[in-house]
């Protein structure tokens, strides 16, 4: 089974800063297969990313991401206030089995 | 548009079995398939696997198996997860979003609180 391990596990910073989240890998990944969510309180999990770097439809182009192999990232340019949610990296279709990493909480400092 | 809306909430004791559902529309639905995640109370997401609407196959996270099943009924359009021997650590919310084996999950049910308890 692939782990990932999403670090930091807390990120606390004010709007307009840029957030680097950071993603990485037991073993190598596709980069075709590697995809980041956004939760709010009380919501479902929301697509931002997939194949590691193509927005899914309707995400603001202040999130991005990047990255190959094991080390992958996600960066949102300039917090809104909407930002502030949980985001978890997710691979899929490198193996039969798909793995979470266990999230990065970004907060209001 | 693509909504996946999922049955309401449980509750069951030890050693019980649930069964969700996840009815699909505004695509055709043998073209995608369906993954489950679930989410303890205040924990992270958890992949418990996937089937495909096309053909039903499926792949299921390695400490659920023998315990859960996931079907799909084309007719209806709708997805399904069994998940038996239930015990109170199943407490959880459980997904189904569309995607499959090589496809994100891109559309999200709105969630299904199963709660486990004696």
């Known amino acids: 089974e692939i782990v990932l391990t999403q670090s930091p596990g807390t990120l606390s910073l004010s709007p307009g800063e840029r957030a680097t989240l950071s993603c990485r890998a037991s073993?190598?990944?596709?980069?075709?297969?590697l995809a980041w969510y956004q939760q709010r309180p009380g919501q479902a999990p929301r697509l931002l990313i997939y194949g590691a770097s193509s927005r899914a439809t309707g995400i603001p182009d202040r999130f991005s991401g990047s990255g190959s192999g094991t080390d992958f990232t996600l960066t949102i340019s300039r917090l809104e206030p909407e930002d502030f949610a949980v985001y978890y990296c997710?691979?899929?279709?490198?193996?039969?089995?798909?793995?979470f990493g266990q999230g990065t909480k970004v907060e209001i400092k | 548009q693509v909504q996946l809306v999922q049955s309401g909430a449980e509750v069951k004791k030890p050693g019980a079995s649930v069964k969700v559902s996840c009815k699909a529309s505004g695509y055709t639905f043998i073209t995608y398939g369906i993954t489950w995640v679930r989410q303890a109370p205040g924990q992270g997401l958890e992949w418990m696997g996937w089937i495909s609407a096309y053909n039903g196959d499926t792949n299921y996270a390695q400490k659920l198996q023998g315990r859960v099943t996931m079907t799909t009924d084309t007719p209806t359009s709708t997805a399904y997860m069994e998940l038996r021997s239930l015990r109170s650590d199943d407490t959880a919310m459980y997904y189904c979003?569309?995607?499959?084996?090589?496809?994100?999950?891109?559309?999200w049910g709105q969630g299904t609180l199963v709660t486990v308890s004696s």
């Open positions: 073993q190598s990944v596709s980069s075709s297969y």
């Open positions: 997710q691979q899929y279709g490198n193996s039969p089995l798909s793995t």
């Open positions: 979003a569309r995607g499959g084996r090589t496809t994100a999950a891109d559309y």
